[in-house]
């Protein structure tokens, strides 16, 4: 006899699932990207469309498996990610590409990383219901990144990059719903 325990989602999951929800959509990303400790400045503007991911859909249990996860553990949810960035200053199309995140526990399951094609996995948590907090950590880097949804038009996000305990990158941005 399977617990009913094993199916009743966490107070993290159900918060990701709500996060992911009210994510989804089309956004415009003014980015700024900071290298330290030079300060050399870099400004993009990315088109970012999110769809929510339910737990079972075949993209999840692909990255599941990505993962090396049990058949029989489900992701409770997830998100598909695709971007199109454009460097403003040189006004050329900089990167574009996709990425998969999926929630079990308090842990976020990706296809690939910031700096890797590799899965990759990060811990969350949420100071508040309107702000999800990442950190991740590979190849002796730590991303640390911050998801703020300001009312239901805008987000803020912001990413440190750091190695050996020193800070190399800092992404700030600002993301309005277009759709």
């Known amino acids: 006899m399977t617990s009913p ?9 159900s918060q990701i699932a709500e996060f992911f929800q009210e994510s989804a959509g089309k956004w415009r990303s003014q980015r700024r990207y900071y290298t330290l400790p030079e300060g050399e400045t870099k400004e993009l ?23 090396d996860l049990a058949p029989s ?13 454009s460097d403003i200053v040189k006004g050329r199309k900089e990167s574009q590409g996709s990425t998969l995140f999926g929630a079990l526990g308090n842990t976020l399951y990706r296809d690939r990383g ?6 990759v996995t ?10 999800l907090c990442l950190r991740t950590e590979y190849n002796g880097s730590v991303f640390e990144e911050e998801l703020k949804l300001v009312g239901r038009k805008y987000r803020t996000r912001q990413t440190i990059i750091s190695r050996a305990g020193e800070q190399l990158m ?10």
Request: aromatic share 12%.
């Open 170 to 179: 800092i992404g700030q941005y600002l993301e309005q719903r277009i759709d």
């Open 45 to 67: 503007v990315t088109i970012v469309t999110i769809c929510y991911l339910k737990s079972g859909c075949n993209e999840l249990h692909k990255l599941a498996q990505m993962h």
């Open 5 to 13: 325990l094993k199916f009743a989602q966490t107070t993290e999951e």
């Open 73 to 85: 553990v489900s992701l409770t949810c997830g998100a598909k990610v695709t971007w199109e960035s």
């Open 114 to 119: 910031f700096a890797t094609s590799k899965p």
């Open 122 to 131: 990060a811990n969350y948590y949420f100071p508040n219901s309107q702000t």
